[in-house]
Nanobody
């Protein structure tokens, strides 16, 4: 059973930083592309960042470009999301997701999901 477990969320003030982690198990991690998504209350889940299996291809949503950095450590089966200059609009539950093959920002393309970690940014 594939497991993705996020951690690192919390309550911070605007301008602060957080680093999210997502640990994967029961899959060959280096074969999978990884993404971060987020879902704010009353809103649809949205794409945040993507990293391909090797780490050489990275994509970001425009709303986080320049503030967030996605990375991965295949030896540790872990993907990270470094979030700097956090804004109240970044408040959401953050999910990591795994897929093979093509790059996608579409939630339907990802078969594996974590349970999410809450990030709350106060103004």
């Amino acid at each position: 059973q594939v497991q993705l477990v996020e951690s690192g969320g919390g309550l911070v003030q605007a301008g602060d930083s957080l680093r999210l982690s997502c640990a994967a198990s029961e899959l060959t991690f280096s074969n999978y592309h990884m993404s971060w998504f987020r879902q704010a209350p009353g809103k649809e889940r949205e794409f945040v960042a993507f990293i391909n299996w090797s780490g050489r291809t990275i994509e970001y949503a425009d709303s986080v470009k320049g503030r967030f950095t996605i990375s991965r450590d295949n030896a540790k089966n872990t993907v990270y999301l470094q979030m700097n200059s956090l804004e109240p609009e970044d408040t959401a539950v953050y999910y990591c997701a795994a897929k093979r093959f093509a790059y996608s920002r579409n939630t339907d393309a990802y078969p594996y999901w974590g349970q999410g970690t809450q990030v709350t940014v106060s103004s």
